[in-house]
């Protein structure tokens, strides 16, 4: 069987729900019992049984028939030895061989359990097991040619009882089946997919029948939200031993008879439907075969049929288009879904055509245009046209009609039901789907339409007869319409509502009046926007439910629409003729529903959020509005009516739910309007006001409540009353000339607002806002400037009312989150009205408040972050999701009066959390809050840098904190504090990043990109280098088999010095020049591939000054005898010391410092980025001591060559700084990050400069001494290294286990300290005490660091290792006295001749130094190598069981 290249079933990519904001209420109130409760009544008036549905998947071909017949005899007679044969076959895994067992039970009628839950579990494995033998006797032979007597398919099952991908929350099935190529494909722990899935089943006790329709049409439900391509489902129940087959069309649930599988009889006959489902073609399964999609670019191709307005008979067109924008996320109805398309696959993101595919009703046999929407359309666009008027803002057909299945088939129902429709007429002659005439079960119906929150639930298009057909007859359309528009959702603001809604009506006015055509579904789902010139217009859509009026623009009472948005006559489906006032009535609604619920998506997500939350509080309570959409029609009708009965009824239970955000108060004042002139018009008599029948006397006769009373009492229907031609002219009159006098208004509301294009003019106007908004009375807060308001909270802490002392960290919290809110807002309202062109003039983005409290981040686990700073697209945006530092833009931090201090520690604290989670971040923002007092700080490299108090209850101290978040809005993305040079692809999830041109042959060539996954090494500290290192590689599809390590860092540099004396890439092109000109193989050593300075944009390189630009020169002015570290002064020193080994990073050096006592008041860095050669793993990813040895053995080699051949010393040999390869099969040890190595002369000694990380320097580095370095500092570094990883383990594994008991340990006794505890914490010099004392002798070395190490299998030639390295470095026997040890000897000085002998004096001889004299140092170096060339060998005979 071939697969086609194009799929019937979306793959990969989920269909995304229609967001309406009809299905706000529902949700909000989406508990089990209500869905279950809509599901009954989906049964109980849309069932009916027909024995033999399951006809309708056997093939249409007779040859296929017959072999289906043939397949269906040959497993039901060999059915019972598949499932011997599975059951005992040993190599078939123990789940598959107990379902096989389990399914002969079931099959035997022996599947037996008291309790119906565990009833139902035994049963999914029992019928997947069936499934399986199905598909395995079907499945071809391996070397068949796909032959016509195979299935085009078979038919597997998925994983049970789990909840699939795109489903409702809290909703799991019981099982289900999805299509595959072959049985191959079979997976028993696959997870369901509603995207895949062909048909549902779910399985019951044998008494639960109505309970199993209820939940399979709710699962079934969600196979039409997300396959677009569906056209009609299937599904199966299961109760004990009796299956049934039911098949889901757009009217009905068509279920067939039991199938007993105990029987031969009934098992042959589902054994037939599933073989059936497997030789069918795709539109038996229920797919739709003109649309299809095309998995390799991810689009569906719609053939859309070729009816245009010139032609009826042109070829079929074909569109592209992504996912459905409008989904049919119902299980009845119309289901019509939309999509935004193009005629040219290369466009589908550019897309101008939108598709609108639906299931109208329609009359079989008639030729009948007046409800075929396309027809519409072409007459009403034909006749504006011939007016001469602009058609810009209605909607156009292209092209469209009645989709084909083939050639000769055109898709409606009777192909659907195919062959049995006339059967099914035939079988019930006297059902009937719906009694008009009888409100309950019209009113239950509603109660379903409702509950289904679809538009095409419709109501509409009911036959006069009381009773409809069997199966209603329906047709399939779909329409390429133009323009495309974006729904009401999607609108910024209540001000582009109002317009877009002004225009609508005007464009229904004359569709109405120059054209004939009465819409009749105004609703918030017909309405969508479009652009024009800059401007946002409103068009009308959906002319499903229009209908052809006369002159009078009436026509006869049917029900259409949409339940919230339908009229009370429309709702009651009451005598009174529909007119043009009923969809006024709806838009009344309309503006009411997005006023109460939000006119953005986002401002939609947070009012159903705070409904959600208070719903889950109290059971009872029903969010407003709600009785507009659930209940029956009658019910809805009823609400409606007490809703609106008067103006302060109609502002108590509407008006006053409307948000509080701008622009709301005018949406309100739209509605009250048009509530009083559509319904209370002042230019009218009484009896034409209201909604209730009101008494006029015996002079009228309208209508009489009892035909045979003797009375004169007449009363009068207003709804009536106001058909009559003169008061309807008027009441149209008002409400046309209302809603043009709102739309000037909203247009001319951001008009305002365009001297605002910079970002001092922008502070200045939010300042005066929010002064004026803060000196208006509590009662009036929110009636200023549209709505926008500040909470009394906030109110307070500006205006000082708090500042006493004794506010809360929370309390300063929510008012602070209330100004920024203000802020966004505010500036988003101000900007609205500018040019979306101008992009110097509008906001980058907007910033919001994200999170208080306990919050968890990836580098502290339990940081105490009190509020986060995110940027959003849209201010509107609430829910933000869970606070994390990933996408923070800064942090701040709330503490009482005088608690400056504290605030600064703990915005240091979760600061750090940036670096390590934003791996592109460059500096870091913060603020913190002392009561009213705010500071902005900033944290470079090397400094925090903090603005002085800013007082927010003085207008200074206030608009300078909102120039400050507002230039932060504006501003570039590098002033953020992030790299320009590294992006993140969400899409794929990788780190695209730049790295520059320089190369070992050129200096000039363009920075190359490489892609890389999360960083392997992070900055987890706050000051210092910065050093992170991805694995990547310069080819996106290889992102997960990189071959290039690259390094970012910010090392010390000089300005404007051209010196490469400390360049890392200059280095490492000197070193393998050199290597390579001795003949020397680099394999082991690291190359560099490019690398060099990191550029912002063509005319800048990122380093301090870049980040401090323009304040570097004012800071250096202003602190002209300011130092960062007295180098003398240890307890500077030891201090940051301190800082530095907390941070627990390589990164935070104390390297590279100045000679001079004090160094610049911001030390000068520059960004540097490489690109190196090998990738290793870290000495943590190694599995054994042994191959820790083998590693460090060579990177020590690598030391020394490096040293004497090309004359480099290292200088920071740490646990960080060696990685491991593979060369041939086995370990090596790679020496990396040469950014503190120094070229040295040939007595191979530096000048004394401490660097390093602290954990791994040596004593003299540590404590700074005057000695010279050389290369027994780091042979000493490596003696830390190997203590270290003795102790604390080798593996990633046995660190973490070490670590993890230690935190026991400490929890247990808060005085324990771990061993080599103070080899990291505290200053310098108290490091160095800590290392002297353990190494004052090698039994007190053995006791103190060789006892705590680890016991496992390879530790012991460790130990031993570190033994002889501190032997033969530091107690080399070989050597006089006086250079052994690390203490400072003293002797004697003897009295020369002829001079007089001074008792008194002693000489202090320091082994450091006499182990620096050239013969002596020479030999200790000879014996450390010859100590690791003994172990490596030792090692790697442990390993290989060779030492070759």
Same mark, same amino acid.
């Given at each position: 069987?071939?697969?086609?290249?194009?799929?019937?079933?979306?793959?990969?990519?989920?269909?995304?729900?229609?967001?309406? &904001?009809?299905?706000?209420?529902?949700?909000?109130?989406?508990?089990?019992?209500?869905?279950?409760?809509?599901?009954?009544?989906?049964?109980?008036?849309?069932?009916?049984?027909?024995?033999?549905?399951?006809?309708?998947?056997?093939?249409?071909?007779?040859?296929?028939?017959?072999?289906?017949?043939?397949?269906?005899?040959?497993?039901?007679?060999?059915?019972?030895?598949?499932?011997?044969?599975?059951?005992?076959?040993?190599?078939?895994?123990?789940?598959?061989?107990?379902?096989?067992?389990?399914?002969?039970?079931?099959?035997?009628?022996?599947?037996?359990?008291?309790?119906?839950?565990?009833?139902?579990?035994?049963?999914?494995?029992?019928?997947?097991?069936?499934?399986?033998?199905?598909?395995?006797?079907?499945?071809?032979?391996?070397?068949?040619?796909?032959?016509?007597?195979?299935?085009?398919?078979?038919?597997?099952?998925?994983?049970?009882?789990?909840?699939?991908?795109?489903?409702?929350?809290?909703?799991?099935?019981?099982?289900?089946?999805?299509?595959?190529?072959?049985?191959?494909?079979?997976?028993?722990?696959?997870?369901?997919?509603?995207?895949?899935?062909?048909?549902?089943?779910?399985?019951?006790?044998?008494?639960?029948?109505?309970?199993?329709?209820?939940?399979?049409?709710?699962?079934?439900?969600?196979?039409?939200?997300?396959?677009?391509?569906?056209?009609?489902?299937?599904?199966?129940?299961?109760?004990?031993?009796?299956?049934?087959?039911?098949?889901?069309?757009?009217?009905?649930?068509?279920?067939?008879?039991?199938?007993?599988?105990?029987?031969?009889?009934?098992?042959?006959?589902?054994?037939?439907?599933?073989?059936?489902?497997?030789?069918?073609?795709?539109?038996?399964?229920?797919?739709?075969?003109?649309?299809?999609?095309?998995?390799?670019?991810?689009?569906?191709?719609?053939?859309?049929?070729?009816?245009?307005?010139?032609?009826?008979?042109?070829?079929?067109?074909?569109?592209?288009?992504?996912?459905?924008?409008?989904?049919?996320?119902?299980?009845?109805?119309?289901?019509?879904?939309?999509?935004?398309?193009? =005629?040219?696959?290369?466009?589908?993101?550019?897309?101008?055509?939108?598709?609108?595919?639906?299931?109208?009703? &329609?009359?079989?046999?008639?030729?009948?245009?007046?409800?075929?929407?396309?027809?519409?359309?072409?007459?009403?666009?034909?006749?504006?046209?011939?007016?001469?008027?602009?058609?810009?803002?209605?909607?156009?057909?292209?092209?469209?009609?009645?989709?084909?299945?083939?050639?000769?088939?055109? =898709?409606?129902?009777?192909?659907?039901?195919?062959?049995?429709?006339?059967?099914?007429?035939?079988?019930?002659?006297?059902?009937?789907?719906?009694?008009?005439? =009888?409100?309950?079960?019209?009113?239950?119906?509603?109660?379903?339409?409702?509950?289904?929150?679809?538009?095409?639930?419709?109501?509409?298009?009911?036959?006069?007869?009381?009773?409809?057909?069997?199966?209603?007859?329906?047709?399939?359309?779909?329409?390429?319409?133009?323009?495309?528009?974006?729904?009401?959702?999607?609108?910024?603001?209540?001000?582009?509502?109002?317009?877009?809604?002004?225009?609508?009506?005007?464009?229904?006015?004359?569709?109405?009046?120059?054209?004939?055509?009465?819409?009749?579904?105004?609703?918030?789902?017909?309405?969508?926007?479009?652009?024009?010139?800059?401007?946002?217009?409103?068009? *009308?859509?959906?002319?499903?439910?229009?209908?052809?009026?006369?002159?009078?623009?009436?026509?006869?009472?049917?029900?259409?629409?949409?339940?919230?948005?339908?009229?009370?006559?429309?709702?009651?489906?009451?005598?009174?003729?529909?007119?043009?006032?009923?969809?006024?009535?709806?838009?009344?609604?309309?503006?009411?529903?997005?006023?109460? #619920?939000?006119?953005?998506?986002?401002?939609?997500?947070?009012?159903?959020?705070?409904?959600?939350?208070?719903?889950?509080?109290?059971?009872?309570?029903?969010?407003?509005?709600?009785?507009?959409?659930?209940?029956?029609?009658?019910?809805?009708?009823?609400?409606?009516?007490?809703?609106?009965?008067?103006?302060?009824?109609?502002?108590?239970?509407?008006?006053?739910?409307?948000?509080?955000?701008?622009?709301?108060?005018?949406?309100?004042?739209?509605?009250?309007?048009?509530? +009083?002139?559509?319904?209370?018009?002042?230019?009218?008599?009484?009896?034409?006001?209201?909604?209730?029948?009101?008494?006029?006397?015996?002079?009228?006769?309208?209508?009489?409540?009892?035909?045979?009373?003797?009375?004169?009492?007449?009363?009068?229907?207003?709804?009536?009353?106001?058909?009559?031609?003169?008061?309807?002219?008027?009441?149209?009159?008002?409400?046309?000339?209302?809603?043009?006098?709102?739309?000037?208004?909203?247009?001319?509301?951001?008009?305002?607002?365009?001297?605002?294009?910079?970002?001092?003019?922008?502070?200045?106007?939010?300042?005066?806002?929010?002064?004026?908004?803060?000196?208006?009375?509590?009662?009036?807060?929110?009636?200023?400037?549209?709505?926008?308001?500040?909470?009394?909270?906030?109110?307070?802490?500006?205006?000082?009312?708090?500042?006493?002392?004794?506010?809360?960290?929370?309390?300063?919290?929510?008012?602070?989150?209330?100004?920024?809110?203000?802020?966004?807002?505010?500036?988003?309202?101000?900007?609205?009205?500018?040019?979306?062109?101008?992009?110097?003039?509008?906001?980058?983005?907007?910033?919001?408040?994200?999170?208080?409290?306990?919050?968890?981040?990836?580098?502290?686990?339990?940081?105490?972050?009190?509020?986060?700073?995110?940027?959003?697209?849209?201010?509107?945006?609430?829910?933000?999701?869970?606070?994390?530092?990933?996408?923070?833009?800064?942090?701040?931090?709330?503490?009482?009066?005088?608690?400056?201090?504290?605030? #600064?520690?703990?915005?240091?604290?979760?600061?750090?959390?940036?670096?390590?989670?934003?791996?592109?971040?460059?500096?870091?923002?913060?603020? @913190?809050?002392?009561?009213?007092?705010?500071?902005?700080?900033?944290?470079?490299?090397?400094?925090?840098?903090?603005?002085?108090?800013?007082?927010?209850?003085?207008?200074?101290?206030?608009?300078?904190?909102?120039?400050?978040?507002?230039?932060?809005?504006?501003?570039?993305?590098?002033?953020?504090?992030?790299?320009?040079?590294?992006?993140?692809?969400?899409?794929?999830?990788?780190?695209?990043?730049?790295?520059?041109?320089?190369?070992?042959?050129?200096?000039?060539?363009?920075?190359?990109?490489?892609?890389?996954?999360?960083?392997?090494?992070?900055?987890?500290?706050?000051?210092?280098?910065?050093?992170?290192?991805?694995?990547?590689?310069?080819?996106?599809?290889?992102?997960?088999?990189?071959?290039?390590?690259?390094?970012?860092?910010?090392?010390?540099?000089?300005?404007?010095?051209?010196?490469?004396?400390?360049?890392? *890439?200059?280095?490492?092109?000197?070193?393998?020049?050199?290597?390579?000109?001795?003949?020397?193989?680099?394999?082991?050593?690291?190359?560099?591939?490019?690398?060099?300075?990191?550029?912002? =944009?063509?005319?800048?390189?990122?380093?301090?000054?870049?980040?401090?630009?323009?304040?570097?020169?004012?800071?250096?002015?202003?602190?002209?005898?300011?130092?960062?570290?007295?180098? !003398?002064?240890?307890?500077?020193?030891?201090?940051?010391?301190?800082?530095?080994?907390?941070?627990?990073?390589?990164?935070?050096?104390?390297?590279?410092?100045?000679?001079?006592?004090? $160094?610049?008041?911001?030390?000068?860095?520059?960004?540097?980025? *490489?690109?190196?050669?090998?990738?290793?793993?870290?000495?943590?990813?190694?599995?054994?001591?042994?191959?820790?040895?083998? $590693?460090?053995?060579?990177?020590?080699?690598?030391?020394?060559?490096?040293?004497?051949?090309?004359?480099?010393?290292?200088?920071?040999?740490?646990?960080?700084?060696?990685?491991?390869?593979?060369?041939?099969?086995?370990?090596?040890?790679?020496?990396?990050?040469?950014?503190?190595?120094?070229?040295?002369?040939?007595?191979?000694?530096?000048?004394?400069?401490?660097?390093?990380?602290?954990?791994?320097?040596?004593? !003299?580095?540590?404590?700074?001494?005057?000695?010279?370095?050389?290369?027994?500092?780091?042979?000493?570094?490596?003696?830390?290294?190997?203590?270290?990883?003795?102790?604390?383990?080798?593996?990633?594994?046995?660190?973490?286990?070490?670590?993890?008991?230690?935190?026991?340990?400490?929890?247990?006794?808060?005085?324990? +300290?771990?061993?080599?505890?103070?080899?990291? #914490?505290?200053?310098?010099?108290?490091?160095?005490?800590?290392?002297?004392?353990?190494?004052?002798?090698?039994?007190?070395?053995?006791?103190?660091?060789?006892?705590?190490?680890?016991?496992?299998?390879?530790?012991?030639?460790?130990?031993?290792?570190?033994?002889?390295?501190?032997?033969?470095?530091?107690?080399?026997?070989?050597?006089?006295?006086?250079?052994?040890?690390?203490?400072?000897?003293?002797?004697?000085?003897?009295?020369?001749?002829?001079?007089?002998?001074? @008792?008194?004096?002693?000489?202090?001889?320091?082994?450091?130094?006499?182990?620096?004299?050239?013969?002596?140092?020479?030999?200790?170096?000879?014996?450390?190598?010859?100590?690791?060339?003994?172990?490596?060998?030792?090692?790697?005979?442990?390993?290989?069981?060779?030492?070759?």
């Amino acid at each position: 069987m071939s697969q086609p290249s194009v799929d019937s079933t979306p793959q990969k990519k989920r269909s995304g729900s229609r967001s309406s &904001a009809t299905n706000f209420a529902s949700d909000c109130t989406d508990q089990w019992s209500l869905r279950m409760d809509d599901a009954r009544k989906e049964r109980e008036y849309r069932r009916f049984d027909f024995d033999d549905i399951a006809r309708c998947a056997l093939p249409k071909n007779s040859t296929l028939r017959d072999l289906v017949d043939k397949r269906t005899k040959e497993i039901s007679h060999r059915l019972d030895d598949i499932l011997v044969e599975r059951s005992q076959d040993p190599e078939t895994p123990a789940l598959v061989r107990q379902a096989a067992n389990e399914c002969r039970k079931w099959l035997r009628g022996e599947l037996i359990s008291k309790n119906s839950s565990r009833y139902e579990k035994v049963i999914y494995p029992a019928h997947a097991a069936l499934i399986r033998c199905i598909a395995g006797h079907l499945d071809p032979e391996p070397t068949s040619a796909g032959g016509t007597d195979e299935a085009k398919r078979v038919l597997l099952p998925y994983a049970s009882d789990l909840k699939p991908t795109g489903s409702d929350k809290r909703i799991r099935i019981d099982g289900a089946l999805r299509s595959c190529a072959d049985a191959s494909s079979a997976d028993d722990e696959l997870r369901p997919d509603y995207r895949d899935i062909v048909l549902v089943a779910e399985a019951k006790w044998r008494r639960e029948q109505d309970k199993a329709y209820d939940q399979l049409i709710r699962y079934t439900r969600q196979v039409y939200a997300n396959q677009p391509n569906r056209r009609f489902a299937w599904g199966v129940t299961i109760c004990a031993t009796l299956v049934r087959v039911i098949l889901f069309e757009n009217d009905r649930m068509v279920s067939s008879k039991d199938m007993d599988v105990t029987t031969s009889t009934g098992l042959a006959a589902y054994i037939k439907f599933i073989v059936s489902l497997c030789f069918c073609e795709e539109h038996q399964l229920g797919y739709d075969p003109s649309m299809t999609w095309c998995s390799e670019n991810e689009y569906w191709i719609i053939k859309c049929p070729g009816r245009t307005p010139d032609n009826d008979d042109e070829q079929p067109a074909t569109y592209y288009a992504r996912d459905p924008v409008f989904v049919a996320d119902h299980l009845f109805g119309r289901h019509t879904r939309g999509f935004y398309a193009s =005629d040219d696959p290369e466009l589908v993101d550019q897309p101008d055509t939108f598709i609108k595919d639906a299931w109208p009703h &329609a009359e079989r046999g008639s030729e009948d245009t007046s409800r075929d929407e396309l027809a519409i359309l072409q007459d009403i666009v034909q006749q504006l046209k011939t007016r001469g008027i602009d058609t810009t803002g209605y909607v156009r057909p292209v092209r469209g009609g009645t989709v084909r299945l083939d050639d000769d088939h055109d =898709d409606n129902t009777d192909t659907v039901l195919d062959p049995v429709v006339g059967d099914i007429e035939a079988a019930h002659p006297q059902m009937g789907t719906i009694a008009e005439n =009888d409100e309950t079960d019209a009113g239950a119906l509603a109660t379903k339409l409702a509950a289904g929150r679809g538009k095409d639930d419709e109501a509409c298009a009911i036959d006069d007869s009381s009773w409809v057909e069997v199966i209603p007859y329906r047709v399939h359309r779909r329409l390429a319409l133009k323009p495309i528009g974006k729904p009401l959702y999607a609108l910024s603001s209540p001000y582009e509502l109002i317009i877009v809604l002004a225009d609508a009506m005007t464009a229904h006015s004359k569709i109405l009046n120059l054209c004939g055509y009465l819409h009749r579904d105004i609703s918030t789902n017909n309405i969508l926007a479009i652009e024009v010139d800059g401007r946002v217009r409103g068009v *009308l859509i959906d002319f499903d439910c229009a209908i052809k009026v006369g002159s009078q623009r009436r026509v006869r009472a049917e029900r259409t629409g949409t339940p919230p948005f339908m009229s009370i006559n429309n709702l009651r489906n009451s005598s009174v003729e529909r007119s043009e006032l009923d969809d006024w009535e709806s838009l009344l609604y309309v503006v009411c529903w997005l006023g109460v #619920y939000g006119v953005s998506g986002a401002n939609q997500s947070k009012y159903q959020a705070d409904i959600e939350r208070k719903c889950r509080t109290d059971k009872n309570y029903k969010p407003p509005l709600y009785a507009w959409e659930c209940g029956t029609f009658e019910e809805v009708a009823r609400a409606k009516k007490e809703n609106l009965e008067d103006m302060g009824t109609f502002t108590g239970s509407v008006l006053n739910h409307f948000q509080r955000e701008d622009g709301y108060a005018m949406l309100k004042s739209l509605a009250r309007r048009l509530h +009083k002139r559509l319904l209370f018009n002042s230019h009218l008599d009484n009896k034409y006001m209201g909604m209730v029948k009101v008494y006029c006397g015996g002079d009228d006769s309208d209508e009489s409540d009892d035909d045979t009373s003797k009375s004169t009492v007449v009363f009068v229907d207003p709804f009536a009353k106001r058909l009559e031609q003169k008061a309807r002219d008027q009441i149209n009159k008002d409400l046309m000339k209302t809603m043009a006098h709102y739309k000037a208004a909203a247009c001319a509301m951001p008009t305002a607002t365009k001297d605002c294009n910079d970002v001092e003019a922008l502070t200045a106007r939010i300042s005066a806002d929010l002064v004026v908004t803060l000196g208006a009375k509590p009662a009036d807060l929110g009636a200023l400037d549209g709505g926008l308001s500040v909470p009394e909270a906030c109110r307070e802490w500006l205006t000082g009312v708090r500042a006493s002392g004794t506010e809360s960290r929370t309390q300063v919290n929510n008012a602070h989150t209330s100004l920024i809110h203000f802020i966004a807002c505010r500036m988003k309202e101000l900007r609205d009205g500018l040019n979306a062109s101008d992009a110097a003039s509008n906001p980058k983005r907007f910033l919001l408040v994200c999170g208080s409290g306990q919050t968890q981040t990836k580098a502290s686990e339990n940081s105490s972050l009190n509020d986060l700073i995110c940027a959003v697209v849209d201010p509107s945006v609430t829910q933000l999701g869970e606070a994390n530092s990933t996408n923070t833009v800064l942090f701040v931090k709330a503490e009482r009066s005088g608690r400056q201090d504290l605030a #600064y520690c703990q915005l240091i604290h979760d600061t750090r959390s940036l670096y390590a989670d934003q791996p592109n971040r460059r500096f870091a923002w913060g603020v @913190t809050i002392c009561a009213t007092l705010v500071r902005v700080i900033l944290f470079e490299n090397d400094r925090m840098v903090s603005s002085k108090d800013m007082d927010v209850t003085t207008s200074t101290g206030l608009a300078a904190y909102i120039k400050f978040i507002v230039s932060l809005c504006f501003c570039e993305e590098h002033q953020l504090g992030y790299d320009p040079s590294m992006t993140w692809c969400s899409e794929n999830k990788y780190w695209i990043i730049k790295c520059p041109g320089r190369t070992p042959d050129n200096d000039d060539e363009q920075p190359a990109t490489y892609y890389a996954r999360d960083p392997v090494f992070v900055a987890d500290h706050l000051f210092g280098r910065h050093t992170r290192g991805f694995y990547a590689s310069d080819d996106p599809e290889l992102v997960d088999q990189p071959d290039t390590f690259i390094k970012d860092a910010w090392p010390h540099a000089e300005r404007g010095s051209e010196d490469t004396s400390r360049d890392e *890439l200059a280095i490492l092109q000197d070193i393998v020049q050199q290597l390579k000109t001795r003949g020397i193989d680099t394999t082991g050593y690291v190359r560099p591939v490019r690398g060099g300075t990191v550029r912002l =944009d063509d005319d800048h390189d990122d380093n301090t000054d870049t980040v401090l630009d323009p304040v570097v020169g004012d800071i250096e002015a202003a602190h002209p005898q300011m130092g960062t570290i007295a180098e !003398n002064d240890e307890t500077d020193a030891g201090a940051l010391a301190t800082k530095l080994a907390a941070g627990c990073g390589k990164d935070d050096e104390a390297c590279a410092i100045d000679d001079s006592s004090r $160094v610049e008041v911001i030390p000068y860095r520059v960004h540097r980025r *490489l690109a190196l050669k090998p990738i290793g793993k870290p000495l943590y990813a190694l599995s054994s001591p042994y191959e820790l040895i083998i $590693v460090l053995a060579d990177a020590m080699t690598a030391h020394s060559k490096i040293l004497n051949l090309c004359g480099y010393l290292h200088r920071d040999i740490s646990t960080n700084n060696i990685l491991a390869i593979e060369v041939d099969g086995r370990v090596r040890g790679v020496l990396i990050d040469f950014d503190c190595a120094i070229k040295v002369g040939s007595q191979r000694r530096v000048r004394a400069e401490r660097t390093g990380t602290p954990p791994f320097m040596s004593i !003299n580095n540590l404590r700074n001494s005057s000695v010279e370095r050389s290369e027994l500092d780091d042979w000493e570094s490596l003696l830390y290294v190997v203590c270290w990883l003795g102790v604390y383990g080798v593996s990633g594994a046995n660190q973490s286990k070490y670590q993890a008991d230690i935190e026991r340990k400490c929890r247990t006794d808060k005085n324990y +300290k771990p061993p080599l505890y103070k080899w990291e #914490y505290g200053t310098f010099e108290e490091v160095a005490d800590s290392k002297e004392r353990c190494l004052t002798g090698l039994e007190r070395f053995t006791s103190s660091v060789l006892n705590h190490f680890k016991t496992e299998p390879g530790y012991d030639m460790l130990k031993e290792l570190a033994h002889e390295l501190c032997q033969w470095l530091l107690f080399n026997l070989q050597l006089d006295r006086a250079y052994r040890g690390v203490v400072n000897t003293t002797k004697p000085h003897y009295r020369r001749p002829g001079t007089r002998v001074n @008792t008194n004096t002693i000489i202090v001889e320091d082994p450091f130094v006499k182990r620096l004299e050239k013969d002596a140092r020479d030999k200790i170096n000879d014996d450390l190598a010859e100590v690791m060339d003994l172990y490596k060998r030792a090692a790697v005979t442990a390993l290989y069981g060779s030492c070759q």
